[in-house]
């Protein structure tokens, strides 16, 4: 028996009393590629991020770990929710224009002195100033850096459009204008290497593009260090209190934790690992997140359909955005109609083998995602599911 096929057999004992479209979590693996993490961040504690997990319960055990210190969250109100619960250390990491939160956020001293909100134009601590109703408590204040790798003077970007922010002397400007304003305390930078650190660099069967982008993140982490390095001297030269330097991600971890210029570290995808973070040369994980669809029809010779499934992930359309049919191996989609919305034809030898009923097993493209589409979280142990935790959507949260 392969160690997919043995996998597929214990998640099927441990939920043969469920129906499905049932997703769960296997902890061990959960545990082991928390491990990694903290292996690969070399001693820089590592700040989860909690878009790739969307469940209270997995993010307070991966805290409850060694390594681990703070929540990356994705809303403000995600941030104020988390701090209410009890999360002592939440960093916003995409501004916010949600008027209400930073009224509730000024006005109370404990949400105030637990999340800390990103900034990347003045105007953003203009609406944070119009928005307080009165509130006094001072806000904290994280900047972020755009890490995009720039080629021929500035006619080619690699990485994601997010900060204006680019040289020391723009951040260390803005800087400046935080510590001017009274109501906010400038106590961090932040950097995500996006087109390092969540794109693989060891596709199957694609061996040119690989080694392409293996080229590209070389060059860009060169790049980014060293900037990153002359910003962040630029920065505490106005703020020298500065409480942290974030960055990384789940695929750049090892080599964002080499920078000096670095206090911790960013990773969530890298808990459930999903089917993009496949291709990498760098690391790799053990699957932990995964949903079973039942088979509700046999219209053929090698054909089943299954219930659903048509949970596609954001980002540029495409197969790659799919979820891919994991258990049992050799399954795959019908071209002509894909994963649908209520049924999913799948093609294969393994449908023959399988009877109205049986679950198939399914990996998600990205990493929190998957928990919008899902309630309750079954948590397994070895053959059997210990405990039930609800998701986001569970806990009737839905942020974005």
Known sequence: MTPRAADRSRYDRATAHLDAPVAIVDLEAFDANAEDLVRRAGGKPVRVASKSVRCRALLERVLARPGFAGVMSFTLAESLWLARAGFADVLLAYPSVDRAGFAELARDPKLAAAVTVMVDDVAQLDLIDASRSGGEEEVRVCLELDTALRLLGGRIRIGA??????????????????GRRPGFRLVGLMAYEGHVAGVGDAVAGRPLRSRAVRLMQAAARRELAERRAA?????????PDLEFVNGGGTGSVQHTAAEEAVTEIAAGSGLFVPRLFDHYSSFSGRPAALFAQPVVRRPGVGVVTVLGGGYPASGVAGEDRLPVPYLPEGLRYDPQEGPGEVQTPLLGSPADDLRIGDKVWFRHAKAGELCERFDSLRLVEGDRVTDT????RGEGKTFL
């Open 161 to 178: 459009r997010r900060s204006p922010l680019r040289t020391p002397a723009e951040l260390a400007e803005l800087a400046r204008s935080v």
């Open 231 to 239: 910003v962040v001297r630029a920065v505490r030269a106005v703020a």
């Open 389 to 392: 935790v609800p998701t986001y």
